[in-house]
């Protein structure tokens, strides 16, 4: 067993809703719901998070603002304050780096720390979880919880499992037994589709689909099939990874109201392009493929992308080949809900090495790895939650006018 990995997940309780908590004292204790204005009932964006109070009420993350309300119209409604939340996340990662340099960073809130080494540095695995649990809310007077396994895999179910200040240890013998009254849904890879195959053929829990013959999974999944057999079998080899580059910048915006004005799409493309311009210079970085993104009333989403042979990082070049993508796609039946733009095929001007050998001291390339680490942290959740976070972006960005497009990077997978 020597060879036996520890990794930790950690995930923050209530993220948003908590920080709002910790500074509003009147707030404890009570439902709220950070997200979307409710706009009494008519609000048509989600809600970002809530606080366990709220959850009782049935409230959840990503549910429609409205519904929200109808669930707990006394609730604490509020939109949110995005830089607090990062500045909170990049104190969290500080602290997390202070048990190991083996850290990923999953979300805002969440991370994997691969800890085999830097456990006996603290006594040993538990005595690692617990300091780092009560140094987070020490520091941050905000609570985590922790999973910890021999792979990412059972970390993250584990974290989940005892909600909030949850602290779940699963030991390497205890790994099937942990995974077999689960239902499947919990394992990677397993979304709604695979679950209504799996459950037409009997498999509801992890036990049971570990209980297959993985032959018959590769026969109806194929290569798919196999990894979600090994992974029901709690296998996972999935290393922590502590990549840091951004593969791609973009920014979304979703209209407070369908339009189907030409012009208005136009101007909040030339608005998004500009953003999008102007995160690349800041970051140093050029890209060649520019890709459109339009999201119709019904939910139909195109996307065109084009590659061209210069870099770019302009906004009137990337706002031309955006346009000019969109003008095959026919608008003329629907509203448009959302339009993006994103620039990817990256490359630093100069090119990374020099600037890393002969232009920075070592405090810079620390503080650049770091700076970029957070954003694709903060990126990756965006990434994830897709239309919704950018929803809540806007709105979260406070006294910002509905109109202004959320800035967005985008790391591809
Ligand atoms: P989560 O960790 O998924 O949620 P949470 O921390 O609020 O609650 P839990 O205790 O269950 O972990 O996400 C972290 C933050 O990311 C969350 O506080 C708000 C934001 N977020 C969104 O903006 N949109 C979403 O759909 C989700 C799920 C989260
Ligand atoms: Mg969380």
Same mark, same amino acid.
């Given at each position: 067993?020597?060879? /036996?990995?520890?990794?930790?997940?950690?995930?923050?309780?209530?993220? *948003?809703?908590?920080?709002?908590?910790?500074?509003?004292?009147?707030?404890?204790?009570?439902?709220?719901?950070?997200?979307?204005?409710?706009?009494?009932?008519?609000?048509?964006?989600?809600?970002?998070?809530?606080?366990?109070?709220?959850?009782?009420?049935?409230?959840?993350?990503?549910?429609?603002?409205?519904?929200?309300?109808?669930?707990?119209?006394?609730?604490? *409604?509020?939109?949110?304050?995005?830089?607090?939340?990062?500045?909170?996340?990049?104190?969290?990662?500080?602290?997390?780096?202070?048990?190991?340099?083996?850290?990923?960073?999953?979300?805002?809130?969440?991370?994997?720390?691969?800890?085999?080494?830097?456990?006996?540095?603290? &006594?040993?695995?538990?005595?690692?979880?617990?300091?780092?649990?009560?140094?987070?809310?020490?520091?941050? &007077?905000?609570?985590?919880?922790?999973?910890?396994?021999?792979?990412?895999?059972?970390?993250?179910?584990?974290?989940?499992?005892?909600?909030?200040?949850?602290?779940?240890?699963?030991?390497?013998?205890?790994?099937?037994?942990?995974?077999?009254?689960?239902?499947?849904?919990?394992?990677?890879?397993?979304?709604?589709?695979?679950?209504?195959?799996?459950?037409?053929?009997?498999?509801?829990?992890?036990?049971?689909?570990?209980?297959?013959?993985?032959? /018959?999974?590769?026969?109806?999944?194929?290569?798919?099939?196999?990894?979600?057999?090994?992974?029901?079998?709690?296998?996972?080899?999935?290393?922590?990874?502590?990549?840091?580059?951004?593969?791609?910048?973009?920014?979304?915006?979703?209209? /407070?109201?369908?339009?189907?004005?030409?012009?208005?799409?136009?101007?909040?493309?030339?608005?998004?392009?500009?953003?999008?311009?102007?995160?690349?210079?800041?970051? &140093?970085?050029?890209?060649?493929?520019?890709?459109?993104?339009?999201?119709?009333?019904?939910?139909?989403?195109?996307?065109?992308?084009?590659?061209?042979?210069?870099?770019?990082?302009?906004?009137?070049?990337?706002?031309?080949?955006?346009?000019?993508?969109?003008?095959?796609?026919?608008?003329?039946?629907?509203?448009?809900?959302?339009?993006?733009?994103?620039?990817?095929?990256?490359?630093?001007?100069?090119?990374?090495?020099?600037?890393?050998? *002969?232009?920075?001291?070592?405090?810079?390339?620390?503080?650049?790895?770091?700076?970029?680490?957070?954003?694709?942290?903060?990126?990756?959740?965006?990434?994830?939650?897709?239309?919704?976070?950018?929803?809540?972006?806007?709105?979260?960005? &406070?006294?910002?006018?509905?109109?202004?497009?959320?800035?967005?990077?985008?790391?591809?997978?």
């Amino acid at each position: 067993m020597e060879n /036996e990995r520890v990794i930790v997940h950690v995930d923050m309780d209530a993220f *948003f809703a908590s920080v709002e908590q910790r500074d509003n004292p009147e707030y404890r204790g009570k439902p709220v719901v950070v997200g979307a204005d409710p706009k009494g009932g008519h609000g048509r964006g989600v809600a970002a998070t809530c606080s366990y109070e709220a959850r009782q009420y049935g409230i959840h993350s990503a549910m429609p603002i409205s519904q929200a309300f109808r669930l707990c119209p006394n609730a604490v *409604f509020l939109r949110g304050r995005m830089d607090v939340y990062e500045d909170v996340s990049r104190e969290i990662f500080r602290i997390l780096e202070q048990f190991t340099p083996d850290v990923e960073p999953v979300g805002i809130d969440e991370a994997f720390l691969d800890v085999t080494r830097t456990a006996r540095l603290f &006594g040993d695995k538990r005595a690692l979880a617990e300091k780092l649990q009560k140094r987070i809310e020490e520091q941050t &007077g905000l609570t985590a919880s922790l999973g910890l396994g021999p792979n990412k895999l059972i970390a993250k179910i584990a974290s989940d499992m005892k909600k909030p200040r949850g602290l779940v240890i699963v030991e390497p013998h205890e790994v099937e037994a942990f995974l077999r009254p689960l239902p499947v849904e919990k394992l990677w890879g397993v979304g709604k589709k695979t679950a209504a195959v799996l459950h037409e053929l009997g498999v509801r829990t992890i036990g049971d689909l570990a209980g297959t013959d993985s032959g /018959e999974m590769i026969r109806r999944f194929g290569k798919h099939g196999e990894c979600m057999w090994e992974l029901a079998h709690g296998r996972d080899e999935s290393q922590v990874e502590v990549s840091w580059v951004v593969k791609s910048v973009g920014n979304e915006h979703t209209f /407070e109201h369908d339009t189907d004005s030409p012009k208005l799409v136009e101007a909040t493309l030339m608005q998004l392009s500009e953003s999008v311009a102007h995160r690349l210079r800041q970051a &140093g970085l050029r890209g060649r493929t520019v890709t459109v993104k339009i999201r119709f009333e019904n939910f139909t989403t195109l996307t065109r992308s084009e590659t061209v042979e210069r870099l770019l990082d302009s906004a009137p070049e990337i706002f031309e080949i955006a346009t000019s993508n969109l003008e095959r796609v026919r608008m003329k039946d629907h509203k448009v809900r959302l339009v993006g733009v994103s620039v990817s095929g990256l490359e630093e001007p100069g090119g990374q090495r020099q600037t890393l050998l *002969f232009e920075s001291s070592h405090e810079d390339r620390e503080r650049e790895r770091k700076r970029r680490l957070l954003a694709q942290a903060i990126d990756r959740i965006k990434e994830r939650y897709g239309e919704n976070a950018l929803r809540q972006g806007t709105s979260l960005l &406070g006294p910002e006018p509905p109109e202004t497009p959320e800035r967005r990077a985008k790391p591809e997978r």
